[in-house]
């Protein structure tokens, strides 16, 4: 199975600051990586696929990049209600595996 | 309108079959590249993919999970049914079922929809 790394697992921010969060896949898995955003108690909410594109209705200040092995989640401008758990998840091959998570919390 | 909801158990004691459904609406599971598959998240911890099963009755499996697990599916329904056999204590998750819609320029395809979860508890 193709392992998933994200990084940080944790972060302290402030409304208004650019955030960055990475994903990295054991392999090489083309543009087959989707960002999910989670609040609790809620179910996962994707937010881009294929590596960059941004699923509709989504905001512009989310954006991704990266292919091959190493991927971004970008949040340009964090606003209140982006405190969340963003999770990236791999579609290239079976098994589908998700990343352990990143939690946004308000510094 | 889109919409799948999770029904089944919220308490199994273990060693017993979980059985849970999927309902959904707003779309069609006959329909050339739709697929419907499970997640579950233990409490406090990550996403973790069960099995999908896609319009052409194509299944996957977590090789991990795999003799546990049968995925089904009734068009007519429009159900998607999971069962998970000898469940264990360190089975208590939450439990997604989710919507993959493969596009004509795309092999493969991330979950779009989601229902909200059902919380299974195992315990005797």
């Known amino acids: 199975a193709i392992r998933i790394t994200q990084s940080p697992s944790s972060l302290s921010a402030s409304t208004g600051d650019r955030v960055t969060i990475t994903c990295r896949a054991s392999q090489g898995i083309s543009s087959y990586l989707a960002w999910y955003q989670q609040k609790p108690g809620k179910a996962p909410k994707l937010l881009i696929y294929a590596a960059s594109t941004l699923q509709s209705g989504v905001p512009s200040r989310f954006s991704g990049s990266g292919s091959g092995t190493d991927f971004t989640l970008t949040i340009s401008c964090l606003q209140s209600e982006d405190f969340a758990t963003y999770y990236c998840?791999?579609?290239?091959?079976?098994?589908?595996?998700f990343g352990q998570g990143t939690k946004v919390e308000i510094k | 309108q889109i919409t799948l909801k999770e029904s089944g158990p919220t308490l199994v004691k273990p060693t017993q079959t979980l059985t849970l459904t999927c309902t959904f609406s707003g779309f069609s599971l006959s329909t050339s590249g739709v697929g419907v598959g499970w997640i579950r998240q233990p409490p406090g911890k990550a996403l973790e993919w069960l099995a999908l099963?896609?319009?052409?009755?194509?299944?996957r499996y977590s090789p991990s999970l795999k003799s546990r697990l049968t995925i089904t599916k009734d068009t007519s329904k429009n159900q998607v049914v999971l069962t998970m056999t000898n469940m264990d204590p360190v089975d208590t998750a939450t439990y997604y079922c989710a919507r993959s819609d493969i596009v004509a320029t795309t092999p493969t395809a991330p979950f779009d929809y989601w229902g909200q979860g059902t919380l299974v508890t195992v315990s005797s």
């Open positions: 099963i896609y319009w052409d009755d194509d299944k």
């Open positions: 998840q791999q579609y290239y091959s079976y098994p589908w595996t």
